[in-house]
């Protein structure tokens, strides 16, 4: 019952920079947490950065320091800033939301790196 509608993914050169964004809307009575997992082609689905509803975050070694997740509780919005950008992120990103039904995913935007 919960939709996500991302935006912002793309082709972006080596280096460049790409501002994802993951709108949740419908039945939402709580947000336990929000994120951006991707999944490159022959891996597994991983988790990429997390935001708790009291503004914990947590990433993946891979890329701190690089990306910053934050979200926008009035809209129910999660970004993902992916700066320096490398060819090995590339992937599908998904946005999810952890609420009190369980976990709901987006249909996962394209990210690709490359020059």
């Known amino acids: 019952q919960v939709q996500l509608v991302e935006s912002g993914g793309g082709l972006v050169q080596p280096g460049g920079s790409l501002r994802l964004s993951c709108a949740a809307s419908g039945s939402i009575l709580v947000i336990y947490r929000m994120g951006w997992y991707r999944q490159a082609p022959g891996k597994q689905r991983d988790l990429v950065a997390v935001i708790t509803s009291g503004g914990t975050t947590n990433y993946a070694d891979s890329v701190k320091g690089r990306f910053t997740i934050s979200r926008d509780n009035a809209k129910n919005t999660v970004y993902l800033q992916m700066n320096s950008l490398k060819p090995e992120d590339t992937a599908v990103y998904y946005c999810?939301?952890?609420?009190?039904?369980?976990?709901?995913w987006g249909q996962g935007t394209q990210v690709t790196v490359s020059s």
């Open positions: 999810s939301l952890d609420g009190i039904s369980g976990r709901s």
